[in-house]
């Protein structure tokens, strides 16, 4: 049986991460000031999490994430899982945005694996911390011309070209030019991380 994936709001979204962060961290024993500590996220901010009063970034989120040892997608609690379900894209929020309009939806996502649909305006540009040891990512720009530096070296990935990186190193993604840019990107987190 075929399920299709329910429209999620701005709001749901936040009670969903709001009570999946608590049960974390309530699962493992952790005061909110342990969890402050082990995620490296102000005590603050955590508390706004759980209450579903803030709205953090997508850095905080994986950093979250990361801290409990899990794939992004895994901060949001879910209820049994069916052998297949449909993600309309017109019913994803976006988890990154900036003024300017550009944005990054994630469209689908598992423990390990992530599916995400990228915009960047002119002029923008979307910097990341290293990931989890072993993470890559791969991405295939539509249109446009896309900028991805990694250890400081910038590289050129045009419209219909695909590139693949390792990113558990600081990486950006820019958009140099003066035509907006889209890609999709594939990201592989390893639960738990992997040597090398």
Same mark, same amino acid.
Request: aromatic fraction near 4%.
């Given at each position: +049986?075929?399920?299709?994936?329910?429209?999620?709001?701005?709001?749901t =979204?936040?009670?969903?991460?709001?009570?999946?962060?608590?049960?974390?961290?309530?699962?493992? #024993?952790? !005061? =909110?000031?342990?969890a402050?500590?082990?995620?490296?996220?102000?005590?603050?901010?955590?508390?706004?999490?759980e209450?579903?009063?803030?709205?953090?970034?997508?850095? !905080?989120? %994986?950093?979250?994430?990361?801290? $409990?040892?899990?794939?992004?997608s &895994? *901060? *949001?609690p879910?209820?049994?899982?069916?052998?297949?379900?449909?993600?309309?894209?017109?019913?994803?929020?976006? *988890?990154?945005?900036?003024?300017s309009?550009?944005?990054?939806? =994630?469209?689908?996502? !598992?423990?390990? =694996?992530?599916?995400? &649909?990228?915009?960047?305006?002119?002029?923008? /540009?979307?910097?990341?911390?290293?990931?989890?040891?072993?993470?890559?990512?791969?991405?295939?720009?539509?249109?446009?011309?896309?900028?991805?530096e /990694?250890?400081? @070296?910038?590289h050129? @990935? !045009?419209?219909?070209?695909?590139?693949? %990186?390792?990113? &558990?190193?600081?990486?950006?993604?820019?958009?140099?030019? &003066?035509?907006?840019?889209? $890609?999709? +990107?594939?990201?592989?987190?390893? /639960?738990?991380?992997?040597? #090398?």
């Amino acid at each position: +049986m075929v399920h299709y994936s329910a429209p999620v709001d701005d709001a749901t =979204l936040a009670r969903r991460l709001g009570s999946g962060l608590r049960a974390r961290r309530t699962g493992r #024993g952790w !005061t =909110l000031d342990e969890a402050s500590e082990r995620l490296g996220v102000s005590r603050r901010l955590l508390v706004q999490i759980e209450q579903a009063e803030a709205n953090p970034s997508l850095s !905080t989120l %994986l950093r979250v994430a990361a801290g $409990f040892g899990i794939g992004l997608s &895994d *901060l *949001l609690p879910t209820e049994g899982r069916p052998a297949v379900v449909v993600h309309d894209r017109d019913r994803s929020v976006p *988890l990154w945005r900036t003024s300017s309009g550009s944005e990054a939806r =994630l469209l689908v996502a !598992t423990a390990e =694996l992530e599916l995400w &649909d990228w915009r960047l305006e002119p002029g923008d /540009v979307r910097r990341s911390e290293a990931h989890r040891a072993g993470t890559e990512e791969v991405l295939s720009v539509r249109a446009g011309e896309l900028v991805v530096e /990694v250890d400081g @070296v910038s590289h050129v @990935v !045009t419209a219909d070209a695909s590139v693949a %990186l390792l990113a &558990d190193r600081p990486h950006a993604y820019r958009n140099d030019g &003066d035509r907006v840019v889209s $890609f999709v +990107m594939a990201v592989h987190e390893p /639960v738990g991380g992997r040597s #090398g």
